[in-house]
């Protein structure tokens, strides 16, 4: 699999000198900043992954932590969100730091900024809490990648996480938040499946606003399970760059969670895609639509150690279809438009059954006819181009349920950008 060709930066102005540390940058002024999502990911709480390892029952004691992520927009201001939503005490940060990537944990000189909270370049987040850092000046384009840093002198205990990044994040021992090179960050888990730690989301904001984020929400074919490590070729990755390409620029954000279920949280999945919706939709910044491709989790039966939980109770179609109505809901009441996706199909991998594939054809009947969603975009077909009931076989990884770069490609390929738009 190869990762998508790298796009020519825009950037035509050197980066400006770093600001004194712990100093706030005096743009925006207050209450004139218009911040725009330019990088999410849902947070879970920390549990053992059950197909490879993660640092988030363990924590983090006298160690740095350096998490790379790709922004879909730009701007000349950013600041981060962490999250302490799972915590069971409050996160001491001792302190962090952003730049922007040179390749594995190095960063480019002369992009490295002290990351400050209300002044100060430390702080503690509340045990189920959240915060924002300070703005600080680092223009940005569409597509860069950004290194986030984070130091942390004291024993967190276990760590509000991510567990699906296809990335690679890197640890280093005691504190190496300023390193510009990453010689001392030795430690990455493998295979790199990668997991991203406290951070929720990278924010920036500029000149002029853009139009309103575009969230895919979803599970693992939202998060990119088969995509290319460090390819960024997961389906809203290839949506962003369309948009891009097509002069219609604005965030896409990637709010799908591996093995999440619509309607029932997961120890493995994380909180319901219902109960999560708000938070991780929602409460993002400028939300204007909202793609939603989930239910394949709640209908298929697979062993555990694949992902999902073969005791959970079999789910009938009436069910997906009254927890996508509360979407919608829940979507138009904070006036976000809603397009939903048709499930992918499955057939040929582990948990399908006749029975969930009725389920899947009846669901997708109701998306595709209703008129429920303000629009609908045909993610099944663009699997399964020959209606066969079957993912093609050079569209996933090779276990007909996961597509890879390719069939991610076809999923933002078949997306009417105008059907984005409120």
């Not at 350096?66 to 409050?90: E, F, K």
């Not at 223009?139 to 024993?155: N, R, V």
């Not at 591996?258 to 919706?277: E, Q, Y």
């Not at 409460?283 to 491709?293: H, S, Y």
Request: glycine content about 10%; aromatic content about 6%.
């Amino acid at each position: 699999m190869n990762s998508p060709a790298v796009r020519p930066s825009l950037r035509t102005h050197a980066p400006p000198a770093e600001p004194a540390p712990c100093t706030i940058a005096p743009y925006p002024a207050a209450g004139a900043a218009v911040w725009h999502g330019a990088w999410t990911t849902p947070v879970m709480r920390p549990s053992a992954a059950p197909w490879f390892e993660t640092w988030a029952e363990q924590g983090f004691n006298s160690q740095s932590l350096r998490q790379i992520v790709r922004v879909h927009t730009g701007g000349t201001h950013v600041r981060i969100r962490l999250s302490n939503a799972y915590g069971r005490t409050p996160l001491r940060l001792t302190s962090a730091s952003i730049g922007r990537t040179a390749g594995a944990a190095a960063l480019h000189p002369g992009t490295m900024r002290t990351l400050c909270f209300a002044g100060c370049p430390s702080t503690i987040i509340p045990a189920h809490g959240s915060t924002v850092s300070d703005p600080v000046t680092l223009p940005t384009e569409p597509l860069d990648q950004l290194s986030i840093t984070l130091y942390f002198k004291e024993p967190t205990g276990p760590a509000t996480y991510h567990q699906l990044s296809m990335a690679h994040t890197y640890r280093a021992e005691g504190d190496h938040h300023r390193d510009l090179a990453g010689t001392a960050y030795t430690d990455t888990v493998e295979p790199a499946y990668g997991s991203w730690y406290y951070l929720e989301g990278v924010e920036t904001s500029g000149d002029h606003p853009l139009p309103r984020a575009v969230v895919a929400f979803g599970d693992s074919i939202t998060d990119g399970f088969g995509a290319t490590i460090d390819g960024n070729d997961r389906y809203p990755d290839f949506l962003a760059e369309r948009l891009l390409t097509a002069g219609r620029p604005r965030p896409v954000l990637n709010a799908g969670i591996g093995s999440n279920k619509l309607l029932t949280d997961s120890p493995v999945g994380g909180d319901a895609g219902l109960a999560r919706f708000t938070r991780d939709v929602l409460d993002q910044p400028r939300v204007g639509t909202v793609l939603v491709l989930i239910g394949v989790n709640d209908i298929q039966q697979t062993d555990p150690a694949n992902g999902t939980e073969g005791d959970s109770p079999p789910v009938t179609a009436g069910q997906l279809i009254d927890g996508h109505r509360a979407l919608i809901r829940a979507a138009r009441t904070r006036g976000v438009r809603a397009v939903g996706a048709t499930l992918t199909p499955f057939r040929g991998a582990a948990g399908w059954t006749a029975e969930s594939e009725a389920i899947r054809g009846q669901v997708n009947q109701w998306i595709s006819t209703s008129g429920a969603y303000d629009a609908v975009v045909d993610m099944g077909r663009a699997l399964d181009p020959d209606d066969t009931g079957r993912i093609r076989d050079d569209l996933h990884i090779g276990d007909h349920l996961h597509p890879n770069p390719s069939g991610y490609r076809a999923m933002a390929g078949a997306i009417d950008l105008a059907a984005l738009d409120q």
